[in-house]
């Protein structure tokens, strides 16, 4: 994709499609004005973010929905369902090559012979494997994502039929998760309304544990960080799909949630979660997942538990953290807010998601759906092979209110969990911060309405003990 800029609009040319885009340039006088104060590609939005008052916030930024929907040009709209079909049937492809490559390897003689003898190897064989393999079963799953949105295909069966196949291989509840993602979409960080990854408003014993070993060199990174990382990237997603674990805090009705009533994505009877039009649309989701489990134990009865385990479960564990990772970082920060009913508007919600650069292997199997997430969120409907394209364009019209982070994933990843522990509320506008430190603090009086980029609050530097190797070489490992 290049660019070319005139005095009147952006032009944009697809290398594959090789087709050439104009955008005009509209109203942007008051965004590049803003633009001009704050340092471009950064995580925040500068005084932006300390407005609390969502018609306050409106008029400084000079952002509407109707300006970000119109500056993407129709032909990037336009959803193919052969061109999807081909992107899944590649990323199944790569699937397929990668079991048979391991397959063959595990035939080797000098590898028979070192799986049979060796069990550090036959972890490292086979947890080799996991990590490739799960890493690739997460494109079919981005593919299955899109079926969600409607971004598969123009066609609601298809896109319904692709998107229960996919995700009912992978035991996700489609119609469930479609329905909780969307909530998701439409209340991005809404401190009451949203879903997925809502932020606590106490610590949890981990991270007491962790503000008590940060005075200890490296403690806080080897010890405290590993753990809560691995439980987030482990059991995060399926504790999420059976008891509602970082989810939502209101029910389907907007009220608050009653933890007493069933919160499975699995059940719909007296569901806290569904509304009762959903219902025949969960079951059919949980009966598509029992009869995968049935296959599971058929496979595991035929050719034993060891060989279900290690071809087909410990890579669904990693394809389970690659979903919790992107969820988690691409709206987890400590300099993005969090919005209460006064602060929120969908525009507002939508960006305060973060893009991410991935290594280009990743991107390539993964859709680019972590470099390309501020898009998905402004129009989830785009799909991945438009959404680079999309994304250029997003940047001009946003200025300071596209959020970007360049830190490499790895270290990207411990800074979130060292950093990001909990909020105090869940009214205004709210900043994750860290359990025993001083963490960003916004009057609920709309303070900014009337005051300058002067008086916004600051926050005091991190103290990071643990500046040595590991602090130094996260980012280098990727």
């Known amino acids: 994709m290049t660019m070319a800029e005139g005095r009147d609009t952006l032009t944009f040319r697809s290398k594959k ?7 005009e340039k509209k109203d942007l006088t008051q965004t590049e004005n803003t633009a001009s104060k ?15 008052n969502i018609q306050k916030w409106e008029e400084e930024s000079g952002m509407t929905k109707d300006k970000v929907m119109s500056a993407i040009p129709a032909e990037l709209k336009k959803r193919s369902w052969t061109t999807s079909m081909l992107y899944l049937l590649r990323a199944t492809f790569y699937c397929a090559m990668c079991t048979a490559l391991f397959a063959y390897l595990e035939q080797h003689g000098t590898i028979q012979t070192l799986l049979e003898k060796s069990s550090a190897f036959h972890f490292f064989f086979w947890g080799t494997h996991a990590l490739i393999q799960g890493s690739l079963l997460t494109g079919i799953w981005v593919v299955g994502h899109e079926c969600g949105h409607g971004a598969f295909s123009e066609s609601a069966t298809m896109n319904d039929t692709v998107g229960f196949v996919t995700h009912t291989l992978l035991l996700v509840p489609f119609f469930a998760w479609q329905f909780t993602h969307g909530k998701h979409h439409k209340y991005t960080n809404h ?3 949203g879903e997925t990854h809502v932020p606590a408003t106490k610590p949890i014993f981990l991270h007491k544990f962790s503000a008590m070993v940060r005075r200890i060199p490296l403690a806080e990174d080897m010890i405290a960080v590993p753990i809560d990382v691995l439980l987030h990237l482990i059991a995060g997603w399926p504790l999420y799909l059976l008891v509602n674990l970082t989810g939502g805090r209101t029910n389907w009705k907007g009220e608050r949630l009653n933890k007493k009533k069933a919160l499975s994505h699995f059940l719909s009877a007296d569901s806290e979660i569904f509304p009762p039009v959903w219902h025949r649309r969960i079951n059919i989701s949980a009966a598509g997942v029992l009869c995968m489990i049935g296959l599971l134990v058929f496979w595991s009865d035929r050719f034993g538990v060891g060989h279900m385990l290690k071809w087909y479960f410990f890579p669904s564990l990693v394809t389970n953290g690659w979903l919790v990772l992107y969820t988690w970082l691409h709206h987890t920060h400590d300099e993005v807010p969090h919005l209460g009913e006064e602060s929120f508007n969908w525009l507002r919600g939508g960006l305060s998601t973060i893009d991410r650069p991935y290594p280009w292997i990743i991107d390539h199997i993964h859709l680019h759906i972590g470099s390309t997430h501020v898009l998905h969120h402004l129009n989830s409907k785009i799909p991945h092979y438009h959404a680079q394209a999309a994304t250029t364009i997003l940047k001009d019209i946003l200025g300071p209110l596209y959020r970007y982070d360049s830190r490499g994933i790895v270290e990207a ?27 960003k603090k916004i009057s609920q009086q709309s303070k900014t309405e009337d005051s300058s980029e002067d008086d916004a609050p600051t926050r005091k530097p991190e103290k990071n003990i643990a500046t040595g190797f590991v602090k ?5 490992i990727w």
């Open 17 to 23: 499609a090789g087709k050439q885009i104009e955008v």
């Open 38 to 52: 704050l340092e471009p590609l950064s995580v925040s939005a500068g005084f932006l973010d300390e407005i609390v």
């Open 191 to 193: 401190l009451t309304m």
């Open 413 to 439: 990843t411990w800074k979130t969990s060292k950093t990001c522990h909990f909020i105090e509320g869940i009214s205004g506008l709210q900043f994750y911060r860290a359990f025993g430190k001083t963490g």
């Open 472 to 476: 130094k070489h996260w980012s280098w």
